[in-house]
């Protein structure tokens, strides 16, 4: 029979006096007094990763990685000790060498090569921050037969030298443990003024400003990413979003991260989303070592919203309940009317509930409604549909018109492609009499024929003219031929956008109201839901030279002469030569075949 008793949980290993019996008995083993047999390797160390990305000294005693291997190169060469190997820690402040990965994999590389006599630092205070720590190495070295030479130190032979080294070395700890008591006493004096002791959180900037003539590190509002924060707290303290979703929808709507040496910029992720709706850093406060203190930035949020947020939160946490998700393929694309009528902005809310029944529904509010600034009525998602397809089926043209504007517009994009050619062509020959005026303004310098000023300024006008050309030709065919298939796919989805729209998916739907909408406003005047919207750039184009098109007239190419007579030829010469023209129909949208009508 097997025995299942478990067997008694075994401790890991403690390290013996045993194992370091060897080191602990080691004085002095000798070294190397052949210089024709020695070698050795350098350890190189800074405290930051800025100083590793510069070839000049950075910081006030001089401690780039260039400087350091040049000191270590000429001790090495003193001591008669070719270097076979370089270690460099690229930025590791720890403050022990047993959390410093390279100064053990050079430990390793010494076990391994028993030619290796010296060991080549720069300075003791670089390579060691504390007594202990450098007197257990200069036993390990010891033991191994090498010996620790520094490149600006030299304390000579006997055991004077060892005194100096470890006075050296209590003298460097005890500095470490200074500036460290001093920095964390002067953030706790920032904190207690109502500082920020580090970055700026998402929604605020590090920012200098002026006072009194005096330039001052401070903390600003991010003008891209502070409203949408606020627009975060707000949305999940109507308990109607979860984190996640709430994540998404920033996402959406362009939030990101800052960008770092790290990290790129990114999306908010739910955990990112859910320290910054707990942190009162966003209240005006700062926090340190766990305490919070009034901060001198500007708050995002009252304090009223913020208590809101935090007994939502509370409340799930309570209730073990995950974060309710709610869908819908318009959510967080539709505003009030009515708010937008009187110059007020505020976006339709999503949600759904239960009936005394136990039945679901869902519906839309505005979300001005929650502060009794809007009396706009609860409106229900069936109804919104139905307002949104009647919406569609106004978009719709007939097929003579939208055939008669493909015509258009592919003789817009050969007449366009046409004067491209001509214009590169007169470009290219520009460009080639600016290369032989700068090479005639390199031989006068040469012959010191004329003036350096002189010279210079007129070299850098011809460079800057060069750059213009050069900006003018790199405007492809490519890029005209891709707007005019943006332009003929809006006219296939509006061949009949009503069917398309009822028989599409809810993501098919949602990029449908991108594709042509950049606002929709949804009000209620008590019979029926009312919708007013704004329409993409390019649709707007599009469907204004399909519609109401002016007389054509017939001129030659060498009459077209200037853009404008160009657009009276062609209405849709302003629509593919925009550089605004936006290309959100996408790919899965054109229908494969035109949709008939119902029987």
Known sequence: MTDTTSAPTQRPRRTTFTDWEKILSVNSAPLPTTPAESQAVVYLRVSTPRQMLTAIDIDADGNSIATQREACIARARQAGAPIAAEFVEPGNSAQTIGKRPVFL?????????????????????RAFRNQGDAALTKRVLTAMGVKLISAKEDFGEGYMADAMEAVTDIMNEVQVRQSAEDIKQKLLHKAKSGGTTGRAKLGYINDRKDFDGRLVNTISIDPQRAPLIRWAFEQYATGEYSTI??????????????????????????????????????????????????????????????ERVQQVLDARVKRGQRDRVHNHFARGMLHCGRCHAVGREHRLIFTEAKNHAGESYSYFLCRGRQDGACDLPYLPVEEIERALAREFKLLGLSLDTIEEAKTEVGAALQD??????????????????????????????????????????????????????????DTTSHALEERTGTVLSYLDLMSRPDALFAAASGPIKRKLLSAFFTSIWIDDDGHLLTVEHEFQPIVADTRDAALHPRSTNKKSAGEISDASSVEQSNQYLKVICSSKTSLVAGAGLVPTATPRAAP
């Open 105 to 125: 994999s050079m430990l390793r590389y010494i076990e391994e090569h028993p030619e290796i006599t010296h060991v080549v630092i720069y300075m003791r205070s």
């Open 245 to 306: 979703k709430l994540a998404e929808m920033l996402a959406e709507q362009g939030l990101t991260t800052r960008k770092s040496s790290k990290w790129p910029e990114r999306p908010l992720s739910r955990s990112q989303l859910g320290q910054i709706l707990r942190d009162p850093y966003y209240l005006g406060m700062v926090t340190f070592k766990g305490n919070v203190y009034p901060g001198r930035h500007e708050a995002l949020v009252t304090p009223e919203l913020f």
């Open 416 to 473: 366009v492609l046409a004067r491209q050619k001509e214009e590169k062509a007169r470009l290219t020959k520009e460009l080639k009499k600016l290369d032989v005026k700068e090479e005639r303004l390199i031989d006068l310098a040469a012959d010191g024929s004329l003036a350096t000023d002189a010279l210079k300024r007129r070299l850098r006008d011809i460079q800057v003219k060069k750059h213009q050309v050069r900006s003018s030709l």
